[in-house]
């Protein structure tokens, strides 16, 4: 007989339904020392349970960041990725397997108070979870809505300390070819880089990832932690990130690099202003067979359109 062993964060759903999970602890409490006790019971240490992150699933979920579409179904997502360091196929999960999540750390350095390495946990205990639904769309034109957790960039960038100075973040992906196959490919320029301006960074949309569908982020969607900027094309969603740099200089990303007639720095949705060699009008909604409009900054304008306002000569939308 088959039998599965439950994780601490299986109490949810596999859905992101956060909100019953929280109304069931209230309820249990409420019922006094009956839930609680069931809930005490001792269980032995189990191999499953080695994630140290695995506690701080699911977190309460943000409703000034809910929005009028379908979570796109988890079993979709798990399977349809972009995640280079792992070949260019779409379905990468077995591939990312391999992808090592502890011990993790994180360099912050560059233009700081103090430079520091931080382990991931001691780090995630020093933040704030909560759950945000963002809407998530790729440069290729399909999008997904995404029910991520984590904390905001702002908060990581208030830990970090930045000197005056510091005009860009700087993000960096592992470099590990013996963990990441696609690292051997050397037409690519590993690492991973990506950038934001300080302002884009503190803006309270862009946000530092740990886990999705309420639990820790799987391997393929950039564990243990990856950022998501939703008003931008999902390239600059760096994922599985080891060093973060503050700088004067705005970064090279990795697709710039690659192709800077094609990619830019700054990236932001918009559906007038095509790809060279495709329309960003419209965008395949993942899990249906639905295309529907794209809309600019990705319908994220009232958070973001301001940081733009002096900006007008930049390629803004590349
Ligand atoms: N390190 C790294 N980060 C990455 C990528 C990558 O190949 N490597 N792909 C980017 C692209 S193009 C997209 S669309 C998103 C995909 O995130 P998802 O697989 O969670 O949908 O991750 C971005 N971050
Ligand atoms: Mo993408």
Same mark, same amino acid.
């Given at each position: 007989?088959?039998?599965?062993?439950? /994780?601490?964060?299986?109490?949810?759903?596999?859905?992101?339904?956060?909100?019953?999970?929280?109304?069931?602890?209230?309820?249990?409490?409420?019922?006094?020392? &009956?839930?609680?006790?069931?809930?005490?019971?001792?269980?032995?240490? /189990?191999?499953? #349970?080695? #994630?140290?992150?695995?506690?701080? &699933?699911?977190?309460?979920?943000?409703? /000034?960041?809910?929005?009028?579409?379908?979570?796109? $179904?988890?079993?979709?997502?798990?399977?349809?990725?972009?995640?280079?360091?792992?070949? =260019? #196929?779409? @379905?990468?999960?077995?591939?990312?397997?391999? +992808?090592? *999540?502890?011990?993790? %750390?994180?360099?912050? #350095?560059?233009?700081?108070?103090?430079?520091? %390495?931080?382990?991931?946990?001691?780090?995630?205990?020093?933040? *704030?979870?909560?759950?945000?639904?963002?809407?998530?769309?790729?440069?290729?034109?399909?999008?997904?809505?995404? $029910?991520?957790?984590?904390?905001?960039?702002?908060?990581?960038?208030?830990?970090?300390?930045?000197?005056?100075?510091?005009?860009?973040?700087?993000?960096? *992906?592992?470099? @590990?070819?013996?963990?990441?196959?696609?690292?051997?490919?050397? &037409?690519?320029?590993?690492?991973?880089?990506?950038?934001? =301006?300080?302002?884009?960074? =503190?803006?309270?949309?862009?946000?530092? !990832? *740990?886990?999705?569908?309420?639990?820790?982020?799987?391997?393929?969607?950039?564990?243990?932690?990856?950022?998501?900027?939703?008003?931008?094309?999902?390239?600059?969603?760096?994922?599985?990130? !080891?060093?973060?740099?503050?700088?004067?200089?705005?970064?090279?990303?990795?697709?710039?690099?690659?192709?800077?007639?094609?990619?830019?720095?700054?990236?932001?949705?918009?559906?007038?202003?095509?790809?060279?060699?495709?329309?960003?009008? =419209?965008?395949?909604?993942?899990?249906?067979?639905?295309?529907?409009?794209?809309? +600019?900054?990705?319908?994220?304008?009232? &958070?973001?359109?301001?940081?733009?306002? @002096?900006?007008?000569?930049? $390629? +803004?939308?590349?």
């Amino acid at each position: 007989m088959l039998i599965r062993r439950r /994780r601490g964060w299986e109490i949810a759903e596999r859905e992101a339904t956060p909100e019953s999970v929280f109304l069931n602890r209230r309820a249990i409490l409420a019922a006094g020392g &009956f839930g609680l006790a069931a809930l005490a019971l001792p269980r032995a240490p /189990r191999a499953e #349970d080695a #994630d140290p992150g695995a506690s701080l &699933f699911p977190a309460k979920r943000n409703p /000034r960041y809910t929005i009028e579409r379908d979570v796109t $179904p988890e079993d979709i997502n798990l399977h349809y990725n972009n995640f280079y360091e792992y070949g =260019t #196929d779409k @379905d990468l999960a077995a591939a990312a397997e391999a +992808l090592k *999540t502890r011990p993790w %750390t994180i360099a912050i #350095d560059g233009l700081v108070e103090a430079p520091k %390495t931080v382990a991931i946990d001691d780090l995630f205990k020093a933040m *704030t979870f909560e759950e945000r639904l963002y809407r998530h769309r790729c440069v290729e034109a399909w999008s997904m809505t995404v $029910p991520w957790t984590g904390f905001p960039l702002a908060a990581l960038v208030a830990y970090a300390k930045p000197l005056s100075g510091a005009k860009y973040v700087r993000f960096e *992906t592992f470099m @590990d070819p013996a963990m990441a196959p696609g690292q051997n490919e050397p &037409f690519y320029p590993w690492p991973y880089v990506e950038g934001l =301006t300080m302002a884009e960074a =503190t803006n309270e949309l862009a946000f530092m !990832v *740990t886990g999705a569908y309420g639990k820790p982020l799987p391997n393929q969607m950039g564990a243990p932690i990856r950022l998501h900027t939703p008003w931008k094309y999902g390239f600059k969603s760096i994922k599985s990130i !080891v060093k973060v740099s503050f700088v004067e200089e705005q970064p090279l990303n990795f697709w710039q690099q690659l192709q800077s007639s094609e990619y830019g720095f700054w990236a932001n949705v918009n559906p007038e202003v095509p790809h060279p060699r495709w329309s960003q009008a =419209t965008e395949t909604v993942l899990g249906t067979n639905q295309r529907i409009p794209t809309q +600019l900054f990705n319908g994220y304008g009232a &958070f973001v359109a301001d940081l733009y306002k @002096d900006l007008q000569g930049q $390629p +803004l939308y590349m």
